[in-house]
């Protein structure tokens, strides 16, 4: 079973950024897809974007697209949320996940979630 910590999290101004990591440990974290997710307050948790286990291939939501960069370190366990140009929309808690396939964008496609981490940006 694998368990993911996000880390990264904080405020920020409009126009900045940040960079959000996920570690995973308890299982081979190559075998994974990764995911990322946010939720805003009274809303459904949303997609952001997912990478395929080796890394190559990376799918965002459109919102996203072009400021946000997804990437990983399989020798660290770690994947990455690169988030540029923030926006205050972007305000959420961002969860990253995992599953051994890659093609979901529903949170239910993904069985593995870490706790979330606050992400606030302010106009």
């Known amino acids: 079973q694998v368990q993911l910590v996000e880390s990264g999290g904080g405020l920020v101004q409009a126009g900045g950024s940040l960079r959000l990591s996920c570690a995973a440990s308890g299982g081979t974290f190559s075998n994974y897809a990764m995911a990322w997710f946010r939720q805003a307050p009274g809303k459904e948790r949303e997609f952001v974007g997912r990478?395929?286990?080796?890394?190559?291939?990376?799918y965002y939501t459109d919102s996203v697209k072009g400021r946000f960069t997804i990437s990983r370190t399989n020798a660290k366990n770690t994947v990455y949320l690169q988030m540029n140009s923030l926006k205050p929309e972007d305000t959420a808690v961002y969860y990253c996940?995992?599953?051994?396939?890659?093609?979901?964008?529903?949170?239910?496609?993904?069985?593995?979630w870490g706790q979330g981490t606050q992400v606030t940006v302010s106009s």
């Open positions: 990478i395929s286990w080796s890394g190559g291939t990376t």
């Open positions: 996940a995992a599953d051994k396939t890659y093609s979901g964008n529903y949170y239910l496609d993904y069985d593995y």
